[in-house]
């Protein structure tokens, strides 16, 4: 008898939990759509490209210093010890270069952090409000993968687009 409780106790959190209001939203279909993240993403290929620019500017200084050291016969050994060091400098430059811009959290990281946050902010403050307006309880994003099948009418993803296309507009 003393279980008794503790029965009814599992099947009331389990009719609790079947009792959950659940939508879901494509986040890629979000992302894709709206042209904050077009511009955003514009924006960090302009400035990576221009990383990448100075990367290679870095890379033919030291493939110069490096033809010279390979083709000059008649270089004195002071002259020759001063373009190693300045090749050993310059690799060493370019690496640090590479590291802080595209390695991890580098600049390239943390740019695209800082320029998706408010993005992301928006989506999720669009979901949370209709989510407390529509009643639900629970919102799964499709995209992340874990959600295996959806009956279209929990998908609210068009209404997000909406809510985020309206904030636009004013």
């Known amino acids: 008898m003393k279980s008794l409780p503790l029965i009814l106790m599992t099947v009331t959190c389990t009719c609790v939990i079947f009792a959950q209001t659940i939508a879901v939203i494509d986040s890629d279909r979000i992302f894709d759509t709206i042209g904050e993240v077009a511009d955003a993403k514009e924006l960090l290929e302009t400035e990576i490209e221009e990383w990448e620019a100075h990367a290679d500017s870095l890379q033919d200084e030291i493939d110069a210093i490096q033809t010279d050291l390979d083709y000059t016969m008649v270089m004195s050994p002071e002259r020759r010890r001063e373009r190693e060091a ?33 993005i992301v902010a928006n989506i999720n403050e669009a979901v949370q409000e209709i989510s407390r307006e529509e009643g639900y309880d629970i919102v799964f994003d499709t995209s992340a993968g874990v959600v295996i099948f959806v009956e279209n009418a929990l998908d609210i993803t068009d209404m997000v687009l909406e809510r985020l296309s309206i904030r636009g507009e004013n």
């Not at 640090?96 to 695209?112: A, D, H, K, T």
């Open 86 to 118: 300045l090749l050993e400098e310059k690799s060493i430059e370019l690496q640090e270069f590479l590291e802080y811009i595209f390695g991890p959290s580098g600049l390239v990281e943390s740019r695209n952090e800082e320029l998706v946050s408010p």
